[in-house]
C-alpha cells in the first residue's frame, strides 16, 4: 500500500471515532455527557486492538484495551452477528474502570467477517447503588456503587433486547434519561459501523486491516525510538493516599510504589511495596492502573505519536493481585479511576524526575472532584418537562495543573486521566433545583515558582431542593500537590456546607452522602496545583499582571516570592 493511501485511511478512522464521539454527546441524557464531554470512542481492529481513539477521556480508552477484549470474549467471537451490541461495565466479569462508566461494543461485518470494533464509553449521571449519583467513596464493596452489568448483548439484529434494558433502566433512579443515554451510545457504535463499511466500500477490507496493523507497527516504532531516548536507569517513588474508613489502631494512609526500571528502547514499572486493597472506593482495578502508567509514558515521550495499542507495548507493567493498585473481587472502586489515579501519575513523574526533568510538572489537583446531588425535584414544571422525579446531578470540578519548566500551570481544568469539563451555569439552572452562586478562580491556590501552578476553581451551589443527599469526591485534602525543582505547593481541596441555620460543616474528601436542604450554600474547591522552579527567579512583569489579574495576592507576593509592588490605585508599596 503507497503511503498517500495508507495515510487517508488512517487519518479517516480517527475521523470515524471523533464523529462517534460527537454522535453519542448530542443525543444523550446525561448532562455530565452531553454538556460536560465525559465520553468517549474508538475504534479496534478484528483482534480487538485499540487503533483510533478520539481526543477523548484517557482513562476510558486506556482500560478499554482491557475491556474491549474481555467483552469479546466473554459472548464469543464466533457468536457475534451483525447489528449485534455487547453492554458492560463490571469491573471484574467486564474489565472496566467503574460502574458509573459503561461501555458499547460492537463487531463491524464485511462480507461476513469481522473487520473492526466500535466502542463508546460514557459516565451515567445515575446506576443505582447506595447513594444518588452512584458516586459515594464509602461503600463497603462493589455492590454498593451500583448495578452491575457483566458482557451482555443490549441489541440483536439492530433491536434492542427489552429485558436486559429493563432490568438494567429499572435499577437507576432515573430510567427515562438512562434510555437516551442508551441510544446515545447505541447510535455512536452504529455511526462508526457505517462509516467503515463505507470506508471498506472503496479501500477494501484488506486495505483497512493493513492500514491497522500499520498503524499499529508505526506507533510502536515511534514509541521504542522516544524511549531510547530517556536514560537508563532503576527510578523510584513512594507516595500514599488518605482512606476512607480511618481506623484508630490503622493508618489514616495507604502506600503507593513504583520501581521503573528504562532498559534500551522498554521500561518496566513495578508497583511492589504498594499497600493492600482496602475498604471504601479509594482502590484501582488493574486496567485502571495500566492506563495511568500507559498516559505517563505518553505524555513524557512524544505526545505527537499517534495513540493506539502499538504505544503500549515497549511498556510492562505489575502489581501485586490484591494491592490498591490492582485490587480483587468485592472491593469497591468509585474513585480509584478519577482520585488514586492520577495520584499515582503525580508518583510516576516524581520518579522520573532525575531522567527527563524538563518534561515533568509539578504536582496536580488529582481529581474529578466530583460533587453530586441528589433528590425529589420540587419544581412540577420541570418535572413535566424533563419526565425525572427523582433528580441526580453529578458534576466534575477544575483544579490546578502543575507548572511545567517553561509555562505556568492550566487552570480551573481536570487533569491527566480526566478529560471532561464542567457543566455550564445556564444548564444546571435550567435542568437541576440548584442556584450556582459564585464560579471563580481561587487566589493563591496556584503554587510558586519561576512558573506558577494554575489556580483551582470554586463553586458554590444554593441547593433548591426541599431535601437531598450531597456526596463530594475530592483529592488533596490532606496532602497538597507539591512543586518541582524549588516550586512552591499548591492549595489543598476543601468543601464546606454553609446551612440555612448559620452553622457550617466541613466536609471530608473522603466520605459519605450528607443530607442539605432549601436554602444551604455548599462550597467545592478541587486542589490547586505546584509550582516549578525558585519562586525568586519568577519575571517580574509575570508577577506583577499575576498580581493585577487577582491569581496572587499582595500578601503572597512578599511572602512567596520576596517581592513588593506598588499599589497603582493608592501609589503605596506593599
Excluded at 325 to 333: A, R
Excluded at 436 to 457: C, F, I, N, T
Amino acid at each position: 500500500m503507497d503511503t498517500i493511501t495508507y495515510e487517508i485511511i488512517r487519518s479517516s478512522l480517527f475521523a470515524i471515532a471523533r464523529e462517534m464521539k460527537a454522535a453519542t454527546c448530542r443525543t444523550a441524557g446525561s448532562p455530565i455527557i452531553h454538556s460536560g464531554g465525559d465520553a468517549s470512542a474508538a475504534i479496534f481492529d478484528a483482534d480487538m486492538q485499540l487503533v483510533a481513539q478520539g481526543n477523548d477521556i484517557p482513562t476510558m480508552l486506556g482500560s478499554a484495551v482491557i475491556s474491549t477484549k474481555v467483552s469479546v470474549e466473554a459472548i464469543g467471537r464466533d457468536k457475534l452477528r451483525p447489528g449485534d451490541v455487547i453492554i458492560s461495565n463490571d469491573v471484574y466479569l467486564g474489565g472496566g474502570n467503574h460502574q458509573s462508566d459503561i461501555q458499547f461494543t460492537r463487531p463491524v461485518f464485511v462480507q461476513g467477517e469481522i473487520v473492526a470494533f466500535t466502542m463508546t464509553r460514557g459516565h451515567w449521571s445515575d446506576i443505582g447503588g447506595q447513594s444518588p449519583g452512584s458516586y459515594a467513596t464509602d461503600t463497603w464493596d462493589i455492590f454498593g456503587e451500583g448495578v452491575r452489568i457483566p458482557p451482555v448483548r443490549i441489541y440483536r439484529d439492530d433491536n434492542i433486547v427489552e429485558d436486559v434494558q429493563t432490568l438494567i433502566l429499572q435499577n437507576t433512579r432515573d430510567p427515562e434519561t438512562r434510555l437516551l443515554d442508551v441510544q446515545a451510545q447505541y447510535a455512536g457504535c452504529y455511526v462508526g459501523e457505517q462509516r467503515i463499511q463505507k470506508l471498506a466500500e472503496k479501500y477494501g477490507a484488506i486495505g483497512i486491516a493493513e492500514t491497522m496493523k500499520r498503524s499499529l507497527d508505526h506507533s510502536e516504532a515511534l514509541m521504542r525510538d522516544a524511549l531510547g531516548k530517556i536514560p537508563d536507569g532503576v527510578y523510584v517513588a513512594e507516595d500514599e493516599i488518605n482512606v476512607v474508613f480511618p481506623e484508630e489502631e490503622a493508618p489514616a494512609t495507604v502506600p503507593l510504589k513504583v520501581t521503573i526500571t528504562k532498559r534500551g528502547d522498554e521500561i518496566e514499572f513495578d508497583y511492589k511495596g504498594s499497600g493492600k486493597q482496602v475498604r471504601g472506593g479509594i482502590n484501582c482495578p488493574f486496567s485502571v492502573t495500566c492506563n495511568s502508567t500507559w498516559f505517563t509514558v505518553k505524555a513524557l515521550t512524544d505526545v505527537s505519536i499517534p495513540i493506539n495499542q502499538g504505544c503500549y507495548r515497549p511498556v510492562t507493567i505489575k502489581a501485586e493481585e490484591g494491592s490498591v493498585l490492582n485490587c480483587t473481587f468485592p472491593i469497591s472502586v468509585v474513585s480509584g479511576n478519577t482520585e488514586t489515579s492520577p495520584r499515582v501519575i503525580d508518583m510516576l513523574m516524581t520518579a522520573l524526575t532525575p531522567a527527563v526533568p524538563d518534561r515533568v510538572i509539578g504536582q496536580s489537583n488529582c481529581g474529578a472532584c466530583a460533587g453530586v446531588f441528589g433528590g425529589e425535584d420540587p419544581d412540577e414544571d420541570r418535572v413535566r418537562r424533563t419526565r425525572r422525579r427523582i433528580s441526580s446531578f453529578i458534576d466534575v470540578h477544575g483544579g490546578g495543573m502543575g507548572a511545567r519548566a517553561d509555562k505556568d500551570g492550566v487552570s480551573a481544568v481536570r487533569v491527566y486521566v480526566g478529560n471532561a469539563g464542567a457543566q455550564s451555569v445556564e444548564g444546571i439552572e435550567q435542568t437541576y433545583p440548584l442556584r450556582v452562586l459564585e464560579w471563580s478562580l481561587v487566589q493563591d491556590s496556584g503554587g510558586a515558582g519561576r512558573q506558577r501552578g494554575g489556580l483551582a476553581a470554586r463553586r458554590v451551589y444554593e441547593v433548591l431542593y426541599d431535601e437531598a443527599t450531597f456526596t463530594v469526591a475530592g483529592e488533596r485534602e490532606n496532602q497538597p500537590p507539591l512543586g518541582q525543582s524549588g516550586g512552591g505547593a499548591g492549595a489543598p481541596f476543601q468543601c464546606a456546607i454553609h446551612h440555612a441555620n448559620g452553622t457550617v460543616q466541613q466536609v471530608r474528601g473522603r466520605g459519605g452522602q450528607l443530607v442539605v436542604h432549601r436554602g444551604d450554600h455548599v462550597v467545592i474547591q478541587p486542589a490547586g496545583s505546584g509550582g516549578f522552579g525558585v519562586p525568586a527567579e519568577r519575571d517580574a512583569a509575570a508577577l506583577e499582571a499575576d498580581i493585577l489579574d487577582g491569581y496572587v495576592s499582595q500578601e503572597c507576593a512578599q511572602q512567596s516570592y520576596g517581592r513588593t509592588f506598588e499599589d497603582r490605585e493608592t501609589g503605596r508599596k506593599s
